[in-house]
């Protein structure tokens, strides 16, 4: 699968903003307040970036395969997600477009989750500072696939 020209042009806006950001970024990530806060704000393009099937893994808990109402997760939440991108940035300040995708596409990705099973995990991982996938086995969801792709992080 392919990014539409649009979503093309999404991605290289969202490029150049983040770019924007890296000397923001660089004066507060030592500062844990204000490192938390700036995650927080920007968090929200890399929803608007990477809610279309693009950027779906194809994977899924054995939950969907049964039936269930589906919620598409960032196996890696949005938030921290962020931290990995910037930090990538800050050291590639002149990367591409394709790279940038990449990068995205390591981080904020999604899985396939039942309604329940990421009420269940949310509520595990919400202010932990952790990964969803890290809640996944302790809430009895099982992903086919997932230790391949999270190996990769």
């Known amino acids: 699968m392919k990014l539409t020209n649009k979503q093309l042009v999404k991605v290289e806006e969202t ?12 004066e507060v990530k030592d500062n844990d ?3 938390d806060m700036f995650l927080s704000r920007n968090r929200n393009p890399l929803f ?3 809610n279309t099937k693009f ?9 969907v395969k049964g039936g269930g109402k589906i ?3 960032h196996y890696v939440p949005r938030k921290i997600a962020m931290g990995y991108i910037m930090d990538e940035l800050s050291k590639n300040p002149t990367i591409g477009v394709d ?6 596409k390591k981080y904020a990705s999604t899985i396939s989750l ?6 269940l995990v949310t509520l ?4 932990t500072g952790k990964c969803n996938y890290e809640f996944y086995s302790e809430c009895g969801i099982i992903i086919e696939g997932l230790d391949e792709l999270v190996g990769k992080l």
């Open 15 to 26: 490029l150049k903003d983040f770019l924007c950001l890296v000397p923001r970024y660089l």
């Open 48 to 50: 608007d970036l990477t």
């Open 124 to 127: 595990r991982a919400k202010n």
């Open 99 to 104: 790279d940038f995708v990449l990068l995205c």
């Open 55 to 63: 950027w779906h893994t194809g994977l899924s808990s054995n939950g």
């Open 114 to 119: 039942t309604d329940k099973e990421h009420s």
């Open 71 to 73: 919620v598409h997760d």
């Open 33 to 35: 307040v204000l490192y």
